[in-house]
Structure formats: C-alpha cells, structure tokens
Nanobody
Framework: QVRLVESGGGLVQPGGSLRLSCAAS????????VGWFRQAPGKEREGVSA????????VYTDSVKGRFTMSRDNAKNTVFLQMDSLKPEDTAVYYC?????????????????????WGQGTQVTVSS
C-alpha cells in the first residue's frame, strides 16, 4: 500500500497562492488514480482534483477550475496542487489520496469513495 505525506499548507491572504505537495513512498503514483480532497469544518469531504491513468489529464471540481492546477513529478513520485487566487471558502484541510484502481469519469474520480490510501492532511487557511 502506498504511503502519502502532504505538505505546503498554511495561512494566506485572499488572492494569494499556495502549492501543496503529496510525496508517495512505495508504488509509483503514475500507475495510480490520485486525488486531492478537502474538508472544511462541519462539511463533507469533497473532491478538488484527480487524475487516473486513463483520464487524459486532471479533472477539477467547478469551484476551483481556472484557479487550481494539479501536476506530478514522476521522478520524485510526488503530486502537486497549485492553488492561485485563493478565496476564504477554500479554507479546509486538504488531503491527498490514491488507489491502484483506474477510475473513470469526473464524478467517480472526485468521489472519496474507493480511494484506499490517504495522507494525514494539511491545513489551508485563507484569511485577511
């Protein structure tokens, strides 16, 4: 089972940027479905961005399209989430997740169901 460790969270002002990293140990992530999720206090965990071997590139939830970019460095077995134009409503704990299954379709990719490995999470707070 892959082990995931997130980093890069913090406090940022509205309009600012952060880059989250998810470093994996064990199997290569480029053969996995990998997703970024977030959970705000009192809310359900929601999918932010995800990619699978067959997705043809990352998919994003509507609220972050044009602002967030998911990428990966296969040599470092690490995935990233570049977050620009941050808003207070982006405040949440952000999690990286992975699964050896090849998920299909945006709805399934962005659902936390079926991801077998999760990181510990990193806090992102957007506030002035």
């Amino acid at each position: 089972q892959v082990r995931l460790v997130e980093s890069g969270g913090g406090l940022v002002q509205p309009g600012g940027s952060l880059r989250l990293s998810c470093a994996a140990s064990g199997p290569r992530l480029d053969y996995y479905t990998v997703g970024w999720f977030r959970q705000a206090p009192g809310k359900e965990r929601e999918g932010v961005s995800a990619i699978s071997p067959s997705s043809g590139g990352p998919v994003y939830t509507d609220s972050v399209k044009g602002r967030f970019t998911m990428s990966r460095d296969n040599a470092k077995n690490t995935v990233f989430l570049q977050m620009d134009s941050l808003k207070p409503e982006d405040t949440a704990v952000y999690y990286c997740a992975a699964d050896p299954g090849n998920k299909h379709g945006s709805s399934w990719l962005l659902s936390p169901i079926g991801y077998s490995s999760w990181g510990q999470g990193t806090q992102v707070t957007v506030s002035s």
